[in-house]
């Protein structure tokens, strides 16, 4: 990733979660509870209620293993680090019993349902807003204005109509718990979403990003230039060797980034030879001078690749 997002508070939202996710905790502990005043007139509850009954009909085991991949899978910086193994659908189904199959079954629904469906019923939408509202608070709080991911592709404003897509970055279709978690939840751009990660799983292709680090982000792209044709790109980094792999791998970001900076060299040089003949200064003077200019808001007008490209030539 070129930066991370900023973590923010969304009491309204993460107070919802942590409901669903009590009610998850209090059927693996098998404990009396009551639902949430919010789900008594629809559908999930009906659905927690009849994944409750598969859940008690099956194994032990597999009542263990179910809740293990629940304590794991909201982990999700712990996951991108590899301190912590996801559980996937295909794991738990792995030489399951058939009640356990059915209980997993309603568990898949009912994760579809909490990302598709809940946060458009009129009640919820009222306390909570809706997934538009979410996206145009993070693109206020979080979001430099480009997509982090590629460092290319513009994101929608918070005054558009339409909104990103939400990257779920462990994809929810492979695992459980992750359809409505806040650290697994992000927009990202159109074409990083949709034309190269789709449905691909970063673990398995390596040590991943964890999208809200707080560290220091030190990644650049670094050019081979020689008379005046791109040869090269590498992405540099002394914290996130590993990190770096796997993006580049899930994104084709080095590809990505060459073919940009090959569509603008020519343009991002006649800036500086125009500051030649304007302010009578030699050709490395001029060019310094608009190195300098990249330093400042260098996601913006996508300066921090124009800045690589100059410092390489």
């Not at 009396?32 to 559908?43: A, D, G, H, R």
């Not at 990103?164 to 990083?192: G, M, Q, W």
Request: aromatic share 14%.
């Amino acid at each position: 990733m070129w930066y991370f997002y900023n973590e923010f508070e969304n009491e309204e939202l993460e107070g919802l979660i942590n409901q669903i996710n009590s009610v998850f905790t209090n059927i693996f502990s098998a404990v009396v509870f009551e639902y949430p005043s919010w789900m008594n007139e629809i559908k999930l509850k009906s659905d927690f209620e009849e994944f409750k009954g598969a859940f008690e009909l099956s194994q032990p085991e597999e009542r263990e293993k179910l809740a293990n991949a629940f304590s794991k899978n909201i982990q999700v910086e712990n996951v991108c680090n590899m301190t912590v193994d996801p559980v996937s659908y295909e794991d738990l189904l792995n030489g399951s019993s058939e009640d356990f199959v059915r209980c997993v079954s309603i568990l898949k629904t009912i994760q579809d349902y909490l990302y598709d469906n809940l946060l458009k019923l009129k009640g919820l939408v009222e306390k909570v807003g809706t997934l538009k509202n979410y996206y145009d608070e993070f693109r206020v709080e979080s979001i430099e204005y480009v997509c982090p991911f590629c460092g290319i592709g513009p994101m929608l404003t918070s005054k558009d109509k339409f909104r990103e897509a939400f990257d779920h970055y462990l994809p929810r279709s492979k695992y459980p718990f992750v359809s409505l978690l806040r650290k697994n939840l992000f927009p990202i751009c159109h074409t990083c979403n949709s034309t190269y990660k789709g449905d691909k799983n970063p673990r398995d292709y390596g040590k991943v990003f964890y999208p809200f680090m707080r560290n220091d982000n030190d990644c650049e792209p670094v050019f081979t230039i020689r008379t005046g044709v791109i040869e090269n790109i590498e992405i540099t980094s002394q914290h996130f060797h590993d990190e770096v792999e796997t993006w580049d791998k899930v994104f084709d970001i080095k590809d990505r980034i060459k073919n940009f900076a090959e569509d603008n060299l020519s343009g991002w040089m006649s800036n500086v030879t125009e500051a030649v003949g304007l302010y009578y200064v030699d050709l490395e003077t001029a060019k310094n001078a608009e190195i300098e200019r990249c330093k400042s808001n260098k996601m913006q007008d996508h300066k921090f690749i124009k800045k690589a490209v100059l410092e390489a030539l």
